[in-house]
């Protein structure tokens, strides 16, 4: 008899756990995969990437035909909102790609273990009552809402919500107060402002996006300001009062002064989110957390317990679903015998708000403070393709080392960025310098030939400015 119930379980069916499930069955190992949703896919695929993605194209058109954006080419249309279909449709891209999943388990076959697991020991869990051995458990737990002192989330109240609350609105609110400026309050901001809300953020910091690049979130500013979003920055919430189905958000300036109320139909908390590690047993195992709560690994995305492994949201790193199956791939190669290798500094991150904000590597700022850099800007107004479209705003960014001339960075604000930084991804794979990029020939008319002269501005010969 094996010695094992499994060669590899996983803890946690999202990107990062079903990923390295599946690539684990494919070589050879006898897998298993707990998961305690009703539906495999985690965050991402049930209440995170996916869901807020149909949203916000949905609500992308619907602000086209509202905004005058279609009008000015010739389309004269006058919206209806038909929010029950809006959200229908929302709901059926989950289900759809939740489902495909399952088939995926059942095709490789991986034993989805219902349940949420528990450590017994370094190769023993707890799911659903009974127990299971394996040789290796990947903890890929994800990660949740940090949640904001003395503000209560309830989101079936629909008052005070998180990203969750905030993509079942079941109406368009008259007034939304977004608390925290980064990904998930200018996504879900923008689309709840889309369908008629005023929307307004209220972020700590100086400026939105933090870790993004600075021209970017500076830009970033002004856009989301002529979209229709008020912005209070380096203001502070207080306290919020729910009453009668409504809130009032009591915040101030972060380095103190006068208190200001904002009446709001919904708020939604976006200040972050934390590893999930509650409840799993780690004391059994001996692993402890670092400061910020997650599981540290090695390269190979081993921990310090033998057998035990870690991967996504729960270990340090970008929190993001491609960073996370990528990880799984490594770590199910890494399991099986062969070599699984993540390169952190080359991870793309993209906010779908329109237009798209994206980049890839270090920012300029980050890239000054380990040496001598060049960079150069190319705005999108004057990209031919972008200028037809009618999507003046934007610009891509290049920043190269001075010496070398490698590309240690990309930030692109346009309508397709987070298409147009997939290139720049895999030539910095490569160890791309920006000459390379200047002379690869790119398609007329398209928005990526913004990154070409971008880079041929390093060379000092851009074409188009
Ligand atoms: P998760 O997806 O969080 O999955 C972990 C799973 O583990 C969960 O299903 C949980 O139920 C399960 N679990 C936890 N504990 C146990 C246990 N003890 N036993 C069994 N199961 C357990 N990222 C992007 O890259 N692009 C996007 O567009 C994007 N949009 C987002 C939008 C929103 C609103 C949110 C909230 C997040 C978004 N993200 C996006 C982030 C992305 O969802 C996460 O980075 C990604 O899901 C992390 O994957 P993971 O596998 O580490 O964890
Ligand atoms: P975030 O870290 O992106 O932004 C949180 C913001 O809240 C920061 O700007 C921070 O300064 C601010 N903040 C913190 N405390 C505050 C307070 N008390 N008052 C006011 N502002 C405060 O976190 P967010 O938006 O919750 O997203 C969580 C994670 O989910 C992100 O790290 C991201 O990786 C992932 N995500 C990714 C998406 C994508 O890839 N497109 C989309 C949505 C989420």
Same mark, same amino acid.
């Given at each position: ?6 060669d590899?379980?996983v803890?946690?069916? /999202?990107?990062g756990?079903y990923?390295a499930?599946?690539r ?10 707990a998961?305690?949703r009703?539906?495999?896919g985690g965050?991402?695929?049930?209440v995170?990437c996916?869901?807020?993605?149909a949203?916000?194209?949905? &609500?992308?058109?619907f ?6 954006a279609m009008?000015?080419m ?6 209806e909102?038909?929010l029950?279909t ?14 495909g ?10 034993d989805?273990l ?5 450590f017994k020991d370094?190769h ?7 127990t299971?051995?394996a ?9 949740s809402v940090?949640?904001?002192p003395?503000v209560e %989330?309830d989101?079936?109240g629909?008052?005070?919500v998180?990203s ?9 609110p008259?007034?939304m107060?977004?608390?925290g400026?980064?990904?998930?309050g200018?996504?879900l901001?923008s689309?709840?402002?889309?369908l008629?809300?005023?929307v307004?953020v ?6 939105l ?15 989301f300001?002529?979209?229709? $979003?008020t912005?209070k920055?380096?203001t502070?919430?207080?306290?919020v ?8 958000v009591t ?7 006068d208190a200001e ?6 708020v ?5 989110r934390?590893p ?8 059994k ?6 400061q910020? /709560?997650?599981?540290?690994?090695d390269?190979d ?17 970008? $929190?993001?679903?491609h960073k996370?199956e990528?990880?799984g ?6 399991i099986?015998?062969?070599t699984?290798?993540?390169?952190h500094?080359?991870?793309?991150s993209?906010v779908y708000?329109q237009?798209?904000?994206? #980049? ?6 980050a890239a000054?403070?380990?040496g ?5 800007k190319?705005p999108m $107004?004057a990209?031919?393709?972008a200028k037809?479209?009618h999507e003046?705003d934007?610009f891509?960014k ?8 490698r590309?240690?960075? %990309?930030?692109?604000?346009? &309508?397709v960025a #987070? ?5 720049v991804a ?5 160890g ?8 690869t ?6 928005? &990526?030939?913004a990154?070409k002269e971008?880079?041929m ?9």
């Amino acid at each position: 008899m094996a010695e094992y119930d499994y060669d590899l379980l996983v803890i946690g069916a /999202g990107p990062g756990g079903y990923v390295a499930a599946i690539r684990g069955a494919q070589l050879g190992l006898k897998t298993a995969c707990a998961e305690g949703r009703e539906t495999l896919g985690g965050t991402c695929l049930n209440v995170g990437c996916i869901p807020s993605k149909a949203l916000l194209h949905a &609500s992308e058109y619907f602000d086209a035909a509202a905004n005058g954006a279609m009008a000015s080419m010739g389309i004269k249309v006058t919206p209806e909102l038909d929010l029950d279909t809006m959200q229908g449709q929302r709901k059926d891209a989950v289900k759809g790609l939740t489902g495909g999943i399952e088939f995926l388990f059942k095709k490789n076959k991986v034993d989805w273990l219902k349940g949420y697991a528990q450590f017994k020991d370094a190769h023993t869990v707890e799911v659903n009552g009974e127990t299971k051995t394996a040789k290796n458990i990947v903890i890929a737990t994800g990660s949740s809402v940090t949640p904001l002192p003395g503000v209560e %989330v309830d989101n079936a109240g629909g008052v005070v919500v998180d990203s969750t609350g905030a993509l079942e609105l079941g109406k368009v609110p008259g007034k939304m107060v977004v608390i925290g400026g980064g990904v998930i309050g200018l996504e879900l901001g923008s689309v709840w402002r889309r369908l008629g809300a005023e929307v307004t953020v209220v972020e700590y910091l100086d400026q939105l996006l933090p870790g993004m690049d600075g021209d970017v979130r500076k830009e970033a500013g002004k856009i989301f300001k002529k979209q229709g $979003m008020t912005l209070k920055l380096k203001t502070k919430v207080t306290g919020v009062e729910v009453k009668d189905g409504a809130a009032k958000v009591t915040v101030e300036p972060a380095a103190g002064g006068d208190a200001e109320v904002l009446d709001a139909d919904v708020v939604l908390v976006a200040i972050g989110r934390k590893p999930n590690t509650d409840g799993l047993g780690l004391d059994k195992i001996g692993l402890e957390l670092n400061q910020r /709560g997650q599981i540290e690994t090695d390269h190979d995305f081993g921990t310090k317990v033998e057998g035990v492994w870690a991967i996504g949201d729960v270990i340090p790193g970008p $929190m993001l679903a491609h960073k996370a199956e990528d990880e799984g791939i490594a770590v199910a190669e890494n399991i099986a015998g062969l070599t699984g290798i993540v390169n952190h500094d080359v991870i793309p991150s993209v906010v779908y708000t329109q237009p798209e904000i994206a #980049g890839v590597g270090l920012t300029e700022e980050a890239a000054k403070e380990k040496g001598k850099v060049k960079t150069s800007k190319f705005p999108m $107004m004057a990209n031919s393709r972008a200028k037809t479209n009618h999507e003046p705003d934007g610009f891509v960014k290049v920043i190269a080392d001075a010496e070398t001339d490698r590309v240690l960075g %990309v930030w692109c604000i346009a &309508s397709v960025a #987070g298409t147009m930084i997939a290139q720049v991804a895999q030539a910095m794979e490569f160890g791309a310098t920006s000459e390379d990029i200047a002379y690869t020939c790119h398609a007329h008319p398209t928005h &990526s030939e913004a990154i070409k002269e971008a880079a041929m501005g390093i060379q000092g010969k851009p074409i188009h400015t």
